[in-house]
């Protein structure tokens, strides 16, 4: 893939959960899943004074940089994972401060390649769900977890109109399996417009595997009494 950079704002994520190593080939645009628009505070994404219409790029590829707009991932303060633990709520943040106003846009998370994972792919095993508010609901997304090209692009949901200088907050669960080792790895989340299936933005939320339970604190000594 074409190297490139996305503004991108990450604050730390993550936790536990079933295998999910994500498929190989899915059909482009069978996951797209309508989700009712949830702004973001006021005030946090501005508009830019320039207008665009939208523009062109190779399938699965970057826009131009005039098309791309700001995604944020924040998550668990202390950025680290337990697997088998319950999931963790992450919050995929997207700013449109791009010079292009977009009727759809899709959102695509993943669990990165990690080394904690078990498998020759890198892929971990884990559950990631979208949160819907219009039945307040999780739902668990049937492919977690990242592939070995890029087609896991056509797994968007929660697609939605964003014109510019909108925001919208969307809410994940993360977790790994249990069977995961101590390791390195990452939540990945893009956006992209549904047709063409191209990236407006992207970023990655870093986590650090952590297997076992905190080490217990030493009991203290008893004061010896004098003889």
């Given at each position: 893939m074409t190297a490139w950079a996305f503004t991108t704002v990450a604050v730390a994520a993550c936790t536990a959960g079933v295998t999910g190593t994500g498929?190989?080939?899915?059909?482009?645009?069978?996951?797209?899943?309508?989700a009712p628009a949830t702004?973001?505070?006021?005030g946090r994404c501005e508009v830019n004074p320039e207008s665009?219409?939208?523009?062109?790029?190779?399938?699965l590829e970057p826009v131009p940089p005039i098309g791309r707009i700001t995604v944020a991932l924040t998550g668990l303060p202390t950025a680290t994972i337990i697997p088998g633990a319950a999931p963790a709520e992450v919050e995929v943040e997207l700013c449109n401060n791009s010079a292009v106003d977009y009727p759809r846009v899709g959102v695509v998370v993943v669990l990165a390649r990690c080394s904690c994972a078990t498998s020759p792919n890198g892929v971990p095993a884990g559950t990631i769900e979208r949160f819907d508010p219009a039945t307040d609901t999780w739902i668990a997304l049937e492919h977690p977890g990242i592939t070995t090209g890029m087609d896991?692009?056509?797994?968007?949901?929660?697609?939605?109109?964003?014109?510019?200088?909108?925001?919208?907050s969307l809410k994940?669960?993360?977790a790994l399996d249990k069977s995961m080792t101590a390791g390195k790895g990452s939540?990945?989340?893009?956006?992209?417009?549904?047709?063409?299936l191209v990236q407006l933005g992207r970023t990655e939320l870093p986590f650090t595997v952590v297997t076992g339970s905190p080490s217990a604190a030493p009991a203290p000594t008893p004061p010896t009494s004098g003889s």
């Open positions: 498929p190989t080939t899915p059909t482009l645009g069978t996951a797209v899943v309508t702004p973001a505070p006021a665009a219409p939208i523009p062109s790029a190779e399938t896991y692009l056509a797994l968007f949901t929660n697609v939605q109109a964003l014109p510019k200088g909108a925001n919208r994940y669960r993360v939540v990945q989340a893009v956006a992209v417009t549904p047709e063409p």
